[in-house]
Structures are given as structure tokens and as C-alpha cells.
């Protein structure tokens, strides 16, 4: 009885996997996907290749666009402007083959576990343009940007305070993974698009530490040259109200040279070659000898500066700071821990820089030249056939030239503490005499009165 229940398993058993078998072979030249087959979430149950191919174009056809939200703007990304493709045919014979390109067993038993309700996810590989993704970022962040505003200080009677505004703008890499990743699972619902706190450079929170005059200075001017004058507001104008950060450096041409301010000067005496004549923005220079001993009172860092050819006449040699292109710049650093603030001020006839910081940072400062050595001029001579034997005229006056050094001296405790600046040098110009060489012609006609 026992040995004939077994006989009878076995040859269930062989019945079964002979009617599988027969049906795998039934199913063998079908030409259509299996059932419970998907390429991603597309389902492909049952169809040919063309019908399956069909169905994915047209999915893809209406989800080619994917809407962006911004508040109350929408703004819209179509994927077909950043080139995304999709490998299609390679899904589809995949999808396919799936029970039919392995051995008999294999493929009957992929079958039997389709038909028994397991469902088989084939992937759809895609590309996209990467440059356009980038490009369209680019656009998406200009239209959605938000520009911050600095806290900033008003000079009126006193100094006045206003609050900072945060910006915001596009979180590129986030964005970027949202919208692969939607291409990926080929998911097109709209995006929240994401973005990034801009933080303004100046806070209110950090100017209102600034609330003392660290240093100042004033110069004075003829006010009936016009020219100049119009050049030494323009030039102060050009650097007022300025904010330093701590360790951020000061550039006096980076402020004059820009191209809004070009057109503002007007021809007046400058310095060419150790002699003065007319150029564009004379005046120039006394706002940045003005600024410069303000910064020196200040106790700020000098990180480049350069005295003229000339002793100026609005202020003592060894305390001027000219300016040009190039390195002939005046630059300092702000060497506190806190802001600074400068401002300018042109009145009838001077004009006066103000340099603001915290209390904390004020100290006593002094400001003195010592003269190294004075360099005498030479004298040339130079002949001349329009001017008679024994006559001469001064083709150019001497000048004497200078070595002066320029020092700060901090005094605290009691003690005092003394910086060199700078070591200012103004060459000597030379007298030139120049002699008639021109003979003289005697009369030698005589005359009679009758």
C-alpha cells in the first residue's frame, strides 16, 4: 500500500511538469511579452513588440515636461531641450526575451512564476544633456534669484543704522538630483524648486559696532580752480560711505577707475615727468593723501603706497600719496575685528576723511617725517644762436630733492611705540642755464651832421 502511494507521487509529479512542459512548448513561438512584465512602471503585459513600443512612445509623448514651482511662478523644464533619450528597442527585447532566451527549464520556470503573479520591473536606460541641464539651470536661477541687501550705514548728524535683507537663489545640486532622479524613475509630478539663503557681506549686527572716529583728516585747497576742484568731488564722492570688512583691503583705483566715474573729470594740473601740466583728474591725488593720513591716525594696516615726484603744496613731504594706473595705487587693510566705515566730506575750500570703527579698536596715534638727507640739484648749461654772446636766461629752475621718512608712532602707558611707513624719496630736478652764442654785428657806417 505505501510502495503504491509513492508510485502514485511520482507520477503526478511527471504529469505536472509533462503539462508544463507541453505548455512552455505551446508558448514558445508566441510573439507577444509574457504577462506580468513591466518596463519600469509601464505595463507590457501580453503585447508585441510594437504594440509595446507604441505604448512606452506614447507615455513618454505626454510626460515631457516637468512643472516647476516657485511661490506663485511656474516655470517649465521640457525635457526634450535638455536632450533626454531613452533606449527603448534594448527594453523592449529585453522585456521580450525574458522567458524565452534561456534553457527549457529556465524559461518554464520564469513562466510558471509569471503566471503565479510575480511581476518582473525591466529598466529603460536614459541620457541627458548634461551642458543643457546646466544652461537651463543658468536660466532658472537668473529668473528666480533673489539679490541681497547689505545692512548700511547713513551719515547724517550721527551714524544711522539699517537692517540687511537675505537673498536666495537656485540649490543647483539639489535640483539637479530631484529632476535626474524624476528622469530615472521616469516620476514627472512638479517640483518645489529649491533654494539657497544668499547672506548679505554686511550685517546690522556687525555696524553697529562701529561707533567712534578711529582717525581723520583734513586739506585745504584753492576753490577758484574749478577743474580741480569738480576732480576732488568727484574723487571723494567716488570713495564715501565705504564699508571694510575685517582683513578686506581698500583699493583707491579700484573705486576711481571705474567706468561710471571716467567721464566725471576734468583736465587740471598734473604731475608728468617730474613737472606739472594739464591732464585728466588733476586734483585726484589730494583726496588720496587726505584718505591716506586719515588711515594712518586710524592705526589701519598700509599695504602700498607711493609720495609724488614733487613735494605737494597742501601737505608736508613725506605725508602725500599720489595715485595712477597700475601699482600706483593707494591700498590699506582693515586690521581690526570689526568693520570700518569712510566717508568724505567736500566743503567750500578742504576737504576731510573720516574713518569710523568700534571704540575698542581707537588708539593714540601720532604721525611725524624726519628728513634723512637733502639732495642738491645740479646745474647744466645748454648754447643757444638766439640769444647774443654774454646773455643767458634759466631754461628750467632747480629743485632740490629730498629723502624724508614717514613714521607712526603709538603711544600708550606711558610709552611710545614707533612704525616706519614708508621711506619717501623726491628726486632733485635740474637747473638748466642756457647761453647766447649769437655774435653781435658792430655798425661801422659814419655819419655826418650837416
Known amino acids: 500500500m505505501k510502495r503504491l502511494k509513492i508510485i502514485t507521487i511520482i507520477l503526478s509529479v511527471v504529469i505536472f511538469f509533462l503539462g508544463n512542459a507541453n505548455l512552455v512548448q505551446a508558448t514558445s513561438d508566441n510573439k507577444k511579452i509574457h504577462k506580468n512584465i513591466y518596463i519600469e512602471n ?5 503585447l508585441t513588440k510594437e504594440d509595446a513600443q507604441k505604448k512606452i512612445y506614447n507615455f513618454l509623448n505626454k510626460n ?7 511661490g506663485s511662478s511656474n516655470y517649465i523644464l521640457n525635457l526634450d531641450n535638455i536632450e533626454v533619450s531613452y533606449d527603448i528597442k534594448e527594453s523592449i527585447d529585453c522585456a521580450y526575451n525574458l522567458d524565452k532566451n534561456k534553457d527549457f527549464l529556465s524559461n518554464a520556470k520564469t513562466k510558471i512564476n509569471l503566471d503565479l503573479g510575480k511581476k518582473v520591473h525591466v529598466k529603460l536606460n536614459k541620457t541627458y544633456n548634461y551642458k543643457k541641464l546646466n544652461e537651463f539651470m543658468d536660466q532658472l536661477d537668473e529668473a528666480i534669484r533673489i539679490e541681497p541687501v547689505n545692512a548700511s550705514i547713513i551719515k547724517e548728524e550721527n551714524l544711522e ?10 540649490d543647483r545640486g539639489k535640483f539637479k538630483h530631484i529632476i535626474v532622479d524624476k528622469i530615472n524613475n521616469m516620476s514627472y509630478g512638479e517640483v518645489k524648486i529649491p533654494k539657497l ?8 549686527e556687525d555696524l553697529i559696532k562701529i561707533n567712534a572716529v578711529l582717525g581723520s583728516y583734513e586739506t585745504y585747497f584753492n576753490p577758484n580752480i574749478y577743474n580741480r576742484v569738480n576732480n576732488i568731488k568727484v574723487g571723494a564722492e567716488a570713495i564715501n560711505n565705504i ?8 583699493s583707491f583705483n579700484s573705486y576711481i577707475n571705474s567706468e561710471n566715474r571716467k567721464g566725471e573729470f576734468k583736465k587740471a594740473p598734473v604731475i608728468i615727468n617730474g613737472k606739472l601740466k594739464d591732464g585728466l583728474g588733476g586734483g585726484i591725488c589730494q583726496v588720496s593723501t587726505t584718505l591716506y593720513n586719515a ?3 586710524a592705526g589701519l594696516e598700509i599695504t602700498n603706497v607711493r609720495n609724488h615726484s614733487i613735494p605737494s603744496s597742501y601737505i608736508s613731504k613725506g605725508r602725500d600719496a599720489t595715485i595712477s594706473t597700475g601699482d600706483i595705487d593707494l591700498r590699506f587693510k582693515n586690521n581690526f575685528e570689526v568693520p570700518i566705515f569712510i566717508t568724505h566730506k567736500v566743503y567750500n575750500d578742504k576737504i576731510i576723511s573720516i574713518i569710523y570703527g568700534s571704540e575698542e579698536c581707537k588708539k593714540e596715534i601720532d604721525v611725524i617725517t624726519e628728513l634723512v638727507k637733502s639732495v642738491p640739484y645740479n646745474i647744466k648749461s645748454k648754447n643757444s644762436k638766439n640769444l647774443y654772446e654774454g646773455e643767458k636766461s634759466i631754461y628750467q629752475k632747480g629743485r632740490k630733492g629730498y629723502k624724508i621718512n614717514t ?3 603709538y603711544k600708550q ?4 611705540i614707533k612704525e616706519l611707513i614708508r621711506e619717501n624719496y623726491y628726486p632733485p630736478m635740474d637747473k638748466i642755464v642756457i647761453y647766447g652764442t649769437k655774435k653781435k654785428i658792430e655798425n661801422s657806417t659814419n655819419s655826418e651832421i650837416i
Not at 161 to 170: A, C, D, F
Not at 413 to 416: I, P, T
Request: hydrophobic residues 35%.
Open 413 to 416: 602707558n606711558g610709552e611710545e
Open 64 to 70: 515631457k515636461q516637468i512643472k516647476l514651482v516657485n
Open 161 to 170: 543704522y539699517k537692517k540687511e535683507i537675505y537673498g536666495s537663489k537656485l
Open 42 to 46: 509601464i505595463d507590457v503585459s501580453n
Open 197 to 204: 539663503e544668499i547672506k548679505p557681506k554686511y550685517l546690522y
Open 295 to 297: 588711515a594712518l591716525y
Open 243 to 250: 564699508i571694510l570688512s575685517p582683513e578686506e583691503e581698500f
Open 407 to 409: 613714521f607712526r608712532v
